[in-house]
């Protein structure tokens, strides 16, 4: 059962467009959003947050929309440089056990052509 | 750099046999989390370590076996392996290990049983 779901594989987009990487969730309790970016032979690295308490949060190009009714999360990259060029996880929190766990969505890879 | 290291980077073993897995948290984090990326697959969390106790437990088989040191390093045990659990195996370690902890993610260990 993925309780995370990025439905689109890819995505490619111009340089100094927007990119926009969505994701959908089944879990009605998970409270807490999180975007990671994955380079190839790297780790993912953290990008962005949103608490479910709110419906945005912004920190750059770096945009991240909630909609709790329609259980549905964008990434939006304003605009996408060719260094955004990676793969984007989405991750979703929920208190299970006492304790907080993350899942993680499949990923979406973003190609950002000059 | 993450702060996070992995070690082997590459593993390549025959099926039925065991490997350990190796993992040294940032200076300062009490949380180690342990991930396996298949094919085509999203992060599939397995477990989670806490200050040496295991805190949360994933999609790990039983055939696989973690641990954390008093040291905070850990070690995940993969036994019996199979074709199947070729992957890249990541571990990622957080400061206190809530949902809204940023987890740092380490650079891997690709892993090929044949």
């Known amino acids: 059962d993925q309780q995370v779901k990025q439905n689109s594989p890819s995505l490619s987009v111009q340089e100094g467009r927007i990119s926009i990487l969505n994701c959908d969730y089944t879990n009605s309790m998970f409270d807490y959003f999180l975007w990671y970016k994955k380079y190839p032979a790297e780790g993912p690295t953290f990008l962005i947050s949103i608490s479910s308490i709110k419906d945005k949060n912004e920190d750059g190009r770096f945009t991240v929309f909630l909609n709790k009714s329609a259980k549905h999360l964008s990434l939006h990259i304003v605009p996408s440089q060719p260094g955004d060029s990676a793969v984007y996880f989405c991750a979703a929190s929920a208190r299970s056990g006492g304790y907080q766990k993350v899942t993680f969505g499949t990923g979406t890879k973003l190609q950002v052509i000059p | 750099d993450s702060g996070v290291t992995q070690t082997p980077k590459h593993l390549i073993t025959a099926t039925g046999q065991r490997v350990t897995l190796r993992c040294s948290p940032r200076s300062g984090d009490l949380s180690v989390y342990w991930y396996q990326q298949s094919l085509d697959q999203g992060l599939q969390f397995l477990i989670q370590?806490?200050?040496?106790?295991?805190?949360a437990k994933g999609n790990i088989l039983e055939r696989f076996s973690a641990q954390q040191f008093p040291d905070l390093h850990s070690e995940l045990n993969l036994s019996s392996l199979e074709l199947g659990d070729s992957a890249l195996y990541f571990c990622a370690s957080s400061v206190v290990g809530t949902s809204v902890d940023e987890q740092f993610f380490g650079p891997g260990t690709r892993l090929t049983v044949l």
């Open positions: 370590y806490y200050n040496g106790e295991e805190r």
